[in-house]
């Protein structure tokens, strides 16, 4: 499942720095969240689209006991309420926010930016029916090994002994992630540290020493 640690390449908050885009900076109200708490409802009411300025944000579907995680919104990441997902701060966070309706009225003005923001959305639409496909199809050691392999290409470092990967997640929050329970991803993690694959570095950083077996462990059903 590839769930990457950054949605998409394209970063709205540098574009959003434009001199031309002053109109649209000066509609966004900012607001502050903390560790945990709910940014938003499904189908909450009025609709509005958000900036993440700084920190992290969890989009998440919630049936019964089970969430799901669609994606991990970071810094210059865009997000539409309309959705029926959940979102939550992960860490401290602040927001740009402003009404949909007047967001879309101000955004058809500057046709470039429109399209950055189809190219995000999009790429949330993607990634969330990746994860559904995981999910139901692949087993939980090929889930961690394909966001590892993701998370080595979007921050990863490569170094004498291998890729060192700032992960930035809790074994809780990975299990959120890959949909599987907190000591499953502990006893997967314990394996492939005894198999040498990878090295724990510290609570939220690892060395992967050896990409090419999760590689090929990620291409499995």
């Not at 709910?38 to 969890?58: A, H, L, M, N, Q």
């Not at 210059?76 to 029926?84: F, K, V, W």
């Not at 997902?85 to 879309?104: H, I, P, W, Y």
């Amino acid at each position: 499942m590839p769930t990457r640690m950054k949605l998409t390449n394209v970063n709205l908050l540098e574009s959003l720095n434009s001199p031309e885009y002053e109109e649209l900076r000066k509609a966004f109200l900012t607001k502050q969240f903390s560790r945990k708490e709910i940014i938003s409802f499904p189908k909450e009411e009025p609709d509005k689209v958000y900036f993440i300025k700084s920190g992290r944000v969890r989009v998440y579907l919630a049936y019964e006991d089970k969430e799901f995680t669609l994606s991990i919104l970071e810094s210059g990441d865009i997000y539409s309420t309309h959705t029926r997902a959940f979102t939550q701060a992960m860490e401290d966070t602040t927001l740009f926010f402003v009404d949909t309706r007047e967001f879309g009225e101000i955004v058809a003005k500057f046709p470039a930016l429109a399209l950055s923001m189809v190219k995000v959305l999009g790429d949330l639409l993607k990634n969330a029916i990746t994860i559904i496909n995981g999910l139901v199809f692949k087993d939980s050691h090929v889930r961690l090994a394909e966001f590892l392999v993701h998370a080595a290409q979007d921050k990863g470092e490569h170094g004498p002994e291998g890729i060192e990967v700032k992960l930035g997640l809790t074994t809780e929050e990975i299990a959120m992630v890959l949909g599987i329970t907190r000591q499953t991803v502990s006893t997967l993690f314990n394996d492939l540290i005894k198999s040498g694959i990878i090295k724990k570095l510290d609570r939220k950083t690892i060395l992967i020493k050896d990409i090419s077996f999760l590689k090929e462990l990620s291409t499995k059903s």
